[in-house]
């Protein structure tokens, strides 16, 4: 052990420190098609994250399990918060200005 780690503190193994986490519930997010009006769940993997410059740019998709529609919805700051957080893959828009 280092002189500069507190007196006191073990250092640990990865393997050790993430052992706890073998049985992590898969994050699962609610949404409803507005074309057939179904309500289901969807995993994080069914779900894309877009982040553009403004909000009209912001928004997630996802295609309906029911019917098979495209569904895009738009975004704001607490949405992307929970995609993000809940493992939903993201895209970063980026202005060609």
Same mark, same amino acid.
């Given at each position: 052990m280092s002189e500069s780690v507190a007196? @006191?503190?073990?250092?640990?193994?990865?393997?050790?420190?993430?052992? @706890?986490?073998?049985?992590?519930?898969?994050?699962?997010?609610?949404?409803?098609?507005?074309?057939?009006?179904?309500?289901?769940?969807?995993?994080?993997?069914a779900l894309r994250l877009a982040i553009g410059a403004s909000s009209r740019t912001t928004f997630y998709s996802f295609t309906c399990p029911e019917c098979g529609a495209v569904v895009r919805k738009p975004a704001g700051e607490r949405i992307v918060e929970l995609l993000t957080g809940g493992g939903v893959r993201t895209l970063r828009l980026h202005s060609t200005v």
């Amino acid at each position: 052990m280092s002189e500069s780690v507190a007196a @006191g503190v073990q250092e640990m193994s990865v393997a050790t420190a993430f052992a @706890g986490m073998r049985n992590v519930v898969p994050v699962v997010f609610r949404a409803g098609c507005p074309d057939c009006r179904a309500r289901f769940e969807l995993g994080a993997s069914a779900l894309r994250l877009a982040i553009g410059a403004s909000s009209r740019t912001t928004f997630y998709s996802f295609t309906c399990p029911e019917c098979g529609a495209v569904v895009r919805k738009p975004a704001g700051e607490r949405i992307v918060e929970l995609l993000t957080g809940g493992g939903v893959r993201t895209l970063r828009l980026h202005s060609t200005v």
